[in-house]
């Protein structure tokens, strides 16, 4: 398991790479953690003429607040997710999310920013983003512009990034009182991607949900926002039938593809089910 | 395609390579540096026979480029004897029979190094959590666990907790 040849550039900034990026256009590929790179390399699924190693920009590295929001550089690890202590008390979703992606070894090295920006309808990360109302900052050659996490997925490997764009960071507001999250993830097995997972990021106010977000992961060409089954919870005094409700609109959009994890039907049930826990569990926490 | 040289700390000794930008981490420490300790499993990032200790993290050498261990620090399980003296990792594993067909091994004992590293007392459900990159197909990975109880105990008692040439 060779991958092509290619030429290596390591570049120290941003700007170097965005140049590189501008100098060598569709024949260059950014490297990030690689593990979703290089096993497509190895499988001559992607020849990049050109490989743009980004692990030496220290900064598109950290987790910090700035003016009442959370921002995540790009280049974070995942272990850097679960071991932060500013997420864990603002953004607790992530940290135990994170923890569900890959293995140990994996999590070393494999980035968030390597895991929105791939496209691959089976990371994790997107339909997180979705449900955190995420924002993405774009960086090319005529400078910085910022795409919504749900505007960011067009298809399957299909992104609003540019060929010339770097993703270099993620902002978005802390968890506000009264809310809570939960990432449902039903895998076979450590390191798999999800059979199906659900997201829910629910603020409440006594027993009535005030706000909700529900995403799912691997049932679709992207990641999906289920707006459908927000409507059904947001104003309402939530019951076991509502929340019914709200995982039989998830069902209705998924889109999955049959595989070794499952056919359609089951992965359809199982993002039922998914949805249902995620809402379950995201409601107890925002009760506190 | 011409050769890159890359230079880094292997077990302690600074290492010089020309190699492709293409080939793998674990590729040139077996072929160059003949250091053929750390196993090609699956060479897609599941197994972890590869694991190896890079920059004081546990990675999987098959799914880094040699390029990328420019100015690293990286530790084989060549590196964990020291003078002529098993890690104490390594003397657990013999003593709880953490092994049997050995291929799995020099990824475990890599991991776990690093793993009691982070966490020197783990419980039990924290090992199994850390070795969760690492397949044994033969152990059922009961005895690995205990080997690793066994020698965070050591470790603990002594005070013997760097390899040497870390």
């Not at chain 1, 398991?1 to 700007?15: L, R």
């Amino acid at each position: 398991m060779i991958p092509p040849s290619f030429q290596y550039h390591a570049p120290g900034s941003v700007d170097d790479a965005v140049a590189l990026l501008s100098q060598y256009g569709d024949e260059a590929k950014l490297l990030a953690g690689g593990h979703s790179l290089l096993p497509m390399m190895k499988l001559r699924f992607a020849e990049p003429e050109h490989l743009v190693d980004i692990n030496n920009i220290e900064s598109l590295k950290g987790i910090r607040e700035e003016n009442g929001e959370i921002v995540i550089g790009a280049m974070t690890t995942e272990s850097a997710l679960i071991s932060s202590a500013l997420l864990q008390e603002k953004c607790p979703l992530l940290p135990e999310a994170a923890g569900l992606i890959g293995d140990p070894q994996v999590r070393n090295r494999g980035t968030i920013g390597g895991d929105i920006a791939h496209g691959d309808p089976a990371n994790d990360h997107p339909a997180l983003m979705m449900a955190l109302d995420a924002i993405f900052t774009l960086v090319g050659p005529n400078g910085s512009r910022q795409v919504a996490a749900n505007d960011f997925y067009l298809g399957t490997f299909y992104t609003a990034l540019e060929a010339d764009e770097i993703l270099t960071e993620i902002r978005f507001s802390p968890q506000s009182p009264n809310t809570g999250a939960s990432y449902h993830k039903l895998k076979r097995k450590t390191g798999d991607f999800a059979t199906a997972a659900a997201a829910a990021v629910i603020e409440m106010s006594g027993d009535t949900c005030q706000r909700a977000r529900i995403t799912l992961t691997n049932l679709g060409p992207t990641a999906l926002r289920v707006k459908d089954a927000e409507a059904v919870l947001v104003g309402q005094v939530i019951t076991d039938d509502l929340i019914d409700q709200a995982a039989q609109k998830a069902m209705d959009i998924c889109d999955p593809v049959q595989d070794l994890r499952g056919d359609v039907e089951y992965k359809t049930h199982m993002a039922g089910e998914m949805t249902r826990r995620a809402i379950k569990t995201a409601i107890e926490r925002a009760k506190g | 395609m011409s050769k890159t040289q890359v230079n880094f700390i292997l077990n302690g000794q600074p290492v010089e390579v020309l190699v492709e930008p293409r080939e793998l981490l674990i590729h040139v420490l077996r072929e160059q540096l003949l250091q053929t300790g750390s196993h090609i499993g699956c060479e897609t990032s599941h197994c972890g026979a590869c694991t190896v200790d890079f920059n004081g993290e546990s990675v999987k050498s098959c799914t880094l480029f040699a390029v990328q261990a420019q100015d690293a620090k990286v530790i084989t399980v060549e590196g964990l004897v020291s003078n002529g003296e098993l890690h104490p990792l390594q003397q657990a594993f013999m003593d709880e029979h953490g092994l049997q067909c050995g291929y799995c091994t020099p990824g475990m004992l890599m991991r776990s190094y690093r793993l009691l590293q982070e966490n020197p007392d783990p419980t039990e459900a924290e090992i199994r959590q850390g070795i969760s990159g690492n397949l044994c197909r033969c152990t059922g990975y009961q005895n690995i666990i205990k080997s690793i109880q066994k020698a965070a105990a050591v470790i603990n008692e002594s005070g013997h907790d760097e390899a040497k040439s870390a």
